[in-house]
C-alpha cells in the first residue's frame, strides 16, 4: 500500500508542493552567477573598448612588422575576434552530453571554470604581453565556456527544483545572463574602464565569478536525478532531495525518479545520432530546433545593433548613446526578473506566444517607423518604443524559456544529447546572425526586420500547435503528453500493462498499482 500511495502522489495534483529553501536558493544563485553571469558578460564586454582594442591591434602590428596594419585586415582580425566567441559557443554545446553523463551536473560546471579562469589570465596580460592572437584565442575557450554553462546550467538547476518551481528556477540562469550584460555594459562605459588603459581589466575581470564558484560550489549537492538514475546510488539521492527540500520526507520525488528510470530502461543512454532516429522523441526534437532557431533568428542581435543608430535619429546626444544602451540592458534586466515570478501562474506557453508576438509586432512596425523617420520626426520616438517592446517580449518569452523546455521536454537519459542539440542550434545562429547581418543590413536596410517577423510568426504558429504546456506537470507526465503526439506507446505505460499478465497470487495487487500509475 505504500507503494501505491508513493507512485498516486506522484503523479497527482495534490502532490506536496516544494519551496524554495535557503540551500536550494544558494545553488541556484552559485550556479548562475559562476557561470551563466559570464556567458552575458562576454557577449558584450568587447563592444565598448572596440576602438582602443584595434588600436592596441594596429600597434602591435606597426611594432612587429615597421608598418601599419591594412584596413581590410584590421576589419578582418576584429570580425575574427567578435565571432570566435559564438563558435566556441558551439563547440563546448558538444561537449555537454559526454561531461555531464561521465562528470555530473556538478562536476562540469567546476571543470568548466578552468577555460574562464585561463581565458580571463590570458585577455588580462595579453597588452604587456603585446601579443592580439591570445585575446582572439581567449574568445574561443571563453566561447566554449559559455556554450557548457549556457547548457549545463538549466539542466542542472531543472533536474534539482521541485515541479512547482521549476520555470522560476530554470529562468535564473537567463536572469544571469542579462545582469551579465548590464555589468559589461556598466564597467564598459567610458569614464570607468572602456577606455585605452582599463579594457584589459575589464576583459580580464571575467575570472573573478569562476573563482568564487570554484571554490563554493563542491559544498552543494549533485543533481538527485543524475545520482539515482545514471549513477544507480538511491542513498545519495535521497540525501541530496532531502537537503535541498527542507524535509525527510522524499519518498514520493524518489518514486517518480524511479518510474522515470523505468520507462527509459530499455532505451538506455540515447545518443544525439539516436536522439534524431527515435519515433518517441521526434516533435520534442523538432520543437526545441524551432524553439532554438526563433531565439537566435527573430534579430534581438539586429535590434541591439540597431539601438544605437535609432537613438542618436531621434535627437539623442552623440555622448549620451552609450547611457541609453545601458538602460535598454537595465530593462532586460528587468522583465527577465518578472518572467522569474510568473512563469509559473502564467505558464511557459503563454510567455512563448507572448513573447515572440511582441517581437513579430515590434519588428514590424519598427520596419514602417525607419523608412518614415525621415519625412516624419515623430516616427523615431515610434522606433524607441518598438526597441523597448522587442526587448521586453524577448526578455520575457523567447530568451528565457526554450531553455527551460529542453529540461521539461525530455527524460534523464535523453536530456544531455537534446541540450547538446539545442546549444548547438542557439550558437551556429547567433554565428550566423552575426556573420550575415551586416550584409542583410547593407542590402535591405530597415526591411530587414521584416525578416525576423516573419521567422517570429512562424515560430508562434509552430509553438501554438505543437508544443504543449508544461507547467507543474512532471518529466513523466510531459513525455507522456509528448507520446501521444509522437503515436507511440509511452515505455511506462508498456510496463504496467505487462503486471496484468503477473502470476495470479500477484495479480490483484500489481493491477491495483497499474492503475494507479494511469
Keep these: 500500500m505504500k507503494l501505491k500511495r ?56 606597426l611594432e612587429r612588422n615597421k608598418k601599419p596594419m591594412d584596413s581590410n585586415l584590421q576589419t578582418l582580425l576584429w570580425s575574427v575576434t567578435v565571432s570566435m566567441f559564438p563558435l566556441g559557443g558551439f563547440f563546448g554545446s558538444l561537449m555537454v552530453g559526454p561531461l555531464v553523463n561521465k ?38 575557450i571563453m566561447g566554449i565556456y559559455a556554450g557548457l554553462a549556457s547548457n549545463v546550467v538549466p539542466m542542472f538547476l531543472g533536474e534539482m527544483s521541485p515541479r512547482n518551481l521549476r520555470g522560476a528556477v530554470g529562468i535564473v540562469p537567463q536572469l544571469f545572463i542579462t545582469i551579465g550584460i548590464l555589468i559589461a555594459q556598466v564597467l564598459g562605459l567610458n569614464s570607468l574602464l572602456g577606455n585605452a588603459k582599463g579594457w584589459p581589466v575589464l576583459l580580464g575581470l571575467t575570472g573573478i565569478p569562476s573563482l568564487i564558484q570554484l571554490l563554493i560550489l563542491p559544498f552543494f549537492p549533485e543533481s538527485p536525478r543524475y545520482l539515482l538514475i545514471q549513477k544507480g546510488d538511491e542513498e545519495q539521492a535521497r540525501q541530496a532531495l532531502q537537503k535541498l527540500r527542507g524535509w525527510d520526507d522524499v519518498d ?33 526534437l523538432i520543437s526545441i530546433i524551432v524553439m532554438m532557431m526563433g531565439q537566435q533568428l527573430s534579430g534581438i542581435n539586429a535590434v541591439f545593433y540597431y539601438a544605437d543608430r535609432i537613438f542618436l535619429s531621434a535627437g539623442v546626444d552623440k555622448n549620451s548613446v ?25 505558464g511557459r506557453r503563454i510567455l512563448l506566444l507572448a513573447g515572440f508576438g511582441m517581437c513579430c509586432v515590434s519588428c514590424a512596425v519598427l520596419t514602417l517607423a525607419l523608412n518614415l523617420q525621415t519625412s516624419l520626426s515623430w516616427m523615431s520616438y ?3 518604443a518598438c526597441v523597448i517592446v522587442y526587448i521586453i517580449g524577448h526578455a520575457t518569452g523567447a530568451s528565457p524559456i526554450p531553455f527551460v523546455m529542453i529540461t521539461e ?24 546572425v552575426g556573420l550575415v547581418f551586416l550584409y542583410m543590413e547593407a542590402g535591405l536596410g530597415a526591411y530587414s526586420f521584416l525578416i525576423f517577423c516573419a521567422i517570429c510568426l512562424a515560430t508562434i504558429v509552430y509553438i501554438f500547435i505543437i508544443v504543449p504546456e508544461t507547467k507543474n506537470k512532471t ?21 504496467e500493462l505487462k503486471d496484468f499478465k503477473t502470476v495470479p497470487g500477484e495479480q490483484a495487487g500489481k493491477s491495483e498499482v497499474s492503475q494507479s500509475q494511469l
Excluded at 23 to 49: E, K
Design 322 to 346: 552609450q547611457y541609453v544602451t545601458v538602460s535598454i540592458g537595465a530593462i532586460n534586466v528587468v522583465m527577465t526578473l518578472l518572467a522569474v515570478f510568473i512563469v509559473e501562474s502564467l
Design 252 to 284: 514520493d520525488e524518489i518514486e517518480e525518479m524511479r518510474q522515470e528510470d523505468r520507462s527509459e530502461k530499455e532505451e538506455g543512454h540515447i545518443s544525439v545520432l539516436s536522439l534524431f532516429t527515435v519515433r518517441g522523441l521526434r516533435w520534442q
Design 103 to 140: 562528470c555530473g551536473r556538478k562536476g562540469t560546471l567546476l571543470i568548466n571554470n578552468a577555460f574562464s579562469i585561463i581565458a580571463a589570465i590570458l585577455m588580462g596580460t595579453s597588452e604587456v604581453a603585446k601579443t592580439f592572437e591570445v585575446i582572439i584565442l581567449s574568445r574561443i
Design 382 to 384: 515610434i522606433s524607441i
Design 475 to 495: 518529466f513523466v507526465e510531459i513525455n507522456r503528453i509528448m507520446a501521444k503526439r509522437n503515436k507511440v506507446e509511452f515505455q511506462s505505460e508498456k510496463e
Design 409 to 432: 521536454m525530455f527524460l534523464q537519459s535523453s536530456r544531455p544529447a537534446a541540450f547538446m542539440v539545442g546549444g548547438s542550434v542557439h550558437w551556429l545562429c547567433n554565428f550566423t
Design 6 to 61: 508513493s507512485k498516486e502522489s506522484s503523479c497527482s495534483s495534490d502532490a506536496p508542493r516544494g519551496k524554495m529553501t535557503l540551500l536550494l536558493a544558494m545553488v541556484t544563485l552559485i550556479s548562475a552567477f559562476g557561470s551563466s553571469f559570464q556567458y552575458g558578460y562576454n557577449v558584450s564586454v568587447i563592444n565598448s573598448p572596440a576602438p582602443y582594442m584595434q588600436v592596441f591591434y594596429n600597434l602591435t602590428y
